[in-house]
């Protein structure tokens, strides 16, 4: 039994840490793939001819497989290299951003590699970006110019500048970076005389050119005057310790020799941050933050640079004095967009790994584990850099002091207005549904303990309260909705209210069977552990706009055709107030258009990993539906009552086909792409009203029997499917009943998504076919196929030549055998 449980922890721990959208503290600039920086550097802080041991390094070898697996490639260098200049930089950024979760990212753009991005490109390809300012950068950018008189520069000339420099440039900054270790040491002397300074300063401008400050009493000055200013800026200080190139001399870059700034009293009220875990000197730093309220830790640069032996032992190291809220997360990243990807996914197995072991010997309790892993990746970066919580955005008033445990306090300094929450979910009948509570409750009681509702929730139709007989839920029992914080977000038309979107829990850490979004998650997980394949998805969704008449009538705003300019110039107002909330959101709208339907528009969004895409279908539902209310019409999502005929584009037969429209699976090759590779599949037969959540588990679930089964595509149809000879290719079902049936011969899915939420489908869909026989409710409400399924196109991440993922999506809807073994 104790096996058993601690089997459940690690899954909960693990579930726990996987959704925490995190705060990266400390990266750099990103290269185009032409810049003279070598790829290499990925994996190393050796330079040279070191490098050509790198692929001996067990880093290397670790690091090189988990690339490859993401892209898709064979595990060597040469591979990666060339699939990177095949994907670009924008598609490689797309993925590893996408699969590391990040949130924001604190750059320190002080660093100089060649043809490096400023910090406003990287804004376009990251939510937040925020600027730690580099101090010796500063100064020598400073140095490089005339000096004011124009002769020879003077200690007191630089100091004016430089202060007035660092003041000015401390309200576009979430902190400063010192790099002394690699000048000088960190024996730095808090003491160090303007006489001192000035002869330093004289050395160093003879020294070099361009300038490079090295001296160590120059050093010393410049770093203890800018932690004057951060400390009156009330800006925190990044010091670089332990580890790096061999410019460092390691022996100096121990953080112990720091003691003598942490016990001036001019100093003990600044932040300071100790960078890269002070490996190998990572007991030391802990001493320091267990001893110095001003010190904290970040293990940064050590994740993912060592053995995984290695990182464990670090961070592990790193908390046996160090209190858990001192310990942050950054990537070290740099150069590469891989680096943001290792650096974050190996910081949460390690993490894992360490509070598990904290767990077992009984210092923690999974849920302060839990608790823990939220403060090191996200929470303690937050608060110690005075982010803003709600969008991890810089606070544009640095006075408010937003503590990571006392939301309290910060939501009544902020505004003193009351807010609302709303807490939103899909259940198997498509329908969106949400309970809401004021925010200081979210806060203090919901973001950790959730909200309790009934079981039945998930058996009950979109037309009636009570749950459907057959599906197992009744009136007894509860369940909690448990939020993902990483998906709050501003309402952009409520300024007093946000949303976020919910698992459901049995009790607090323990998924429900239940759950469809958990369900996606789980099943596309096991395809990339299984398979190594990865599936992206962007939705199209399609929606109609009503306007009231005269006789409470709601008539179709316009009756003009597919494409329709004049459509989409009445439409506009609505579509360009949907658009900026969307933006707002961070949800990227790559099309918008006038459809076929009177009163139709689409929104097609742009791609991303499959629990995201749902999440940003229900927050498009939720805007298209508010903004349409706001401007006196109503929208709705509902398809045609009897969608899947033949000659509609909607996918009627049971085939796939090249950029063939009549069939259900499509491959398509858009723009960009080369000619005749297949980037990504388009499923059209699915209701545009389905939880997304089941409708891309289902894709996956039949994707992956297919694989299992060593499923083979058969040939594609390249004509109209209706115009075959009867018996070529099949029907799909014609009405909900047979649609019900097909679904309950599937074994497929009972399997793989698991029979209690299949079963409870079933239920639901029974009884609104019999509500249909029974003429209680009109066929035209009903979606066509179970509810589960949505018009979704689906790009599966690097597999080009392998349709095989989709051999048997259509046996989800039928039961028939698309594929035969080999």
Not at 687 to 707: K, Q, T
Request: proline fraction near 5%.
């Amino acid at each position: 039994m104790e096996r058993m449980k601690i089997s459940t922890n690690a899954e909960v721990l693990r579930e726990a840490v996987n959704n925490i959208a995190v705060v990266d503290a400390h990266a750099h600039n990103l290269v185009p793939l032409d810049s003279k920086f070598p790829f290499i550097q990925c994996f190393t802080e050796a330079q040279g001819e070191a490098t050509e041991d790198v692929p001996h390094t067990l880093s290397f070898k670790r690091s090189i497989r988990d690339i490859a697996k993401l892209y898709n490639c064979a595990t060597t260098l040469e591979a990666v290299e060339k699939c990177r200049s095949f994907l670009g930089l924008e598609t490689m950024c797309s993925k590893c951003f996408s699969a590391a979760n990040i949130s924001a990212v604190l750059m320190d753009d002080g660093i100089h590699i060649d043809k490096m991005y400023n910090i406003h490109w990287h804004k376009n390809h990251l939510p937040v970006v925020g600027r730690i300012l580099r101090i010796e950068t500063v100064a020598e950018e400073i140095l490089s110019g005339d000096p004011p008189d124009g002769t020879t520069w003077m200690l007191g000339d630089f100091t004016n500048l430089f202060l007035s420099k660092l003041k000015s440039l401390s309200k576009d900054v979430v902190g400063f970076k010192s790099i002394a270790a690699y000048r000088s040491g960190l024996n730095i002397n808090p003491l160090v005389t303007s006489e001192e300074a000035d002869d330093g300063l004289h050395k160093d401008l003879h020294a070099s050119v361009p300038i490079r400050i090295s001296n160590k009493n120059f050093v010393d000055y410049i770093f203890t005057r800018s932690l004057e200013v951060a400390a009156s800026s009330d800006l925190p200080m990044q010091i670089h310790t332990g580890f790096g190139d061999t410019d460092l001399d390691l022996r100096l870059a121990n953080p112990l020799h720091l003691r003598p700034f942490l016990e001036d009293d001019r100093f003990k009220n600044c932040r300071i941050v100790l960078l890269h875990a002070s490996y190998p000197y990572s007991k030391e730093a802990s001493y320091l933050a267990s001893v110095y309220p001003q010190v904290f830790l970040d293990f940064g640069l050590a994740i993912p640079k060592l053995s995984v032996h290695g990182m464990c032992s670090a961070v592990k190291e790193l908390l046996e004095l160090a209190p858990l809220n001192k310990v942050m997360f950054s990537t070290d990243g740099y150069a590469f967009p891989e680096t943001f990807y290792l650096g974050t996914k190996w910081a949460r197995e390690v993490i894992t790994s360490v509070l598990l072991d904290a767990c077992d010997g009984g210092d923690l309790s999974i849920q302060e584990a839990i608790e823990a892993a939220h403060k090191i990746l996200r929470g303690n970066a937050i608060n110690f850099y005075k982010l803003d919580e709600d969008t991890t955005q810089i606070m544009k008033s640095k006075a408010v002091n937003v503590a990571a445990d006392s939301h309290t306090q910060y939501l009544e300094m902020k505004e003193g207005k009351p807010k609302l929450i709303r807490l939103l979910w899909v259940d198997s009948s498509g329908q969106q549904r949400c309970r809401v509570v004021p925010e200081n409750r979210f806060y203090q009681v919901v973001r950790d303990h959730g909200v309790g509702i009934t079981c039945s929730c998930m058996a009950m139709t979109s037309f009636t309260d009570s749950p459907a007989e057959g599906s197992h839920l009744t009136a007894v029992g509860e369940i909690r909705l448990m939020p993902d914080i990483s998906t709050l977000c501003c309402i952009p038309w409520s300024d007093q209210e946000k949303m976020v979107l919910v698992d459901m829990h049995s009790t607090p850490g323990q998924p429900w069977d239940y759950c469809p979004r958990t369900t996606l998650r789980r099943i596309a997980t096991k395809l990339e552990e299984e398979f190594g394949l990865v599936v992206n998805a962007g939705f199209e969704s399609e929606f109609y706009l009503l306007r009231r008449e005269d006789n409470n009538n709601w008539t179709a705003i316009d009756s003009t055709s597919y494409c329709s300019a004049a459509a989409f110039d009445g439409a506009s107002p609505v579509l360009l107030e949907v658009l900026k909330a969307l933006q707002s959101m961070h949800i990227s709208v790559e099309q918008l258009h006038a459809e076929a339907g009177d009163g139709q528009f689409e929104v097609a969004l742009g791609y991303s990993s499959c629990v995201c895409a749902a999440d940003n279908l229900v927050f498009l539902r939720e805007a298209v539906r508010a903004v349409a209310n706001k401007n006196s019409l109503r929208a709705t999502f509902l398809p045609n009552y009897d969608r899947l005929q033949p000659n509609t584009w909607s996918g009627a037969y049971h085939c796939w086909g090249r950029e063939n429209r009549e069939a259900p699976i499509r491959t398509a090759c858009p723009p960009g792409i080369s000619s005749g590779v297949v980037s990504n599949f388009e499923i059209k037969a699915f209701d545009g009203c389905a939880n997304p959540y089941l409708g891309l588990a289902a894709i996956i679930a039949a994707g992956m029997d297919g694989l299992q089964k060593h499923l083979i595509l058969p040939e594609p149809i390249a004509s109209n499917p209706a115009d075959l000879k009867e018996g070529t290719v099949h029907r799909l079902p014609k009405s909900l009943d047979e649609a019900v049936i097909a679904l309950k011969k599937n074994e497929v899915l009972k399997r793989l998504l698991g029979d209690k939420l299949v079963g409870v489908v079933i239920a639901v869909r029974e009884l609104v076919w019999q509500c249909v026989e029974r003429s209680w409710i009109g066929l035209r409400l009903i979606p066509m196929t179970c509810g589960l399924w949505s018009y979704v196109s689906c790009i599966l991440s690097d597999v080009p030549g392998r349709p095989c993922i989709v051999l048997c999506i259509l046996d989800v809807l039928t039961g028939w055998s698309l594929g035969q073994h080999d």
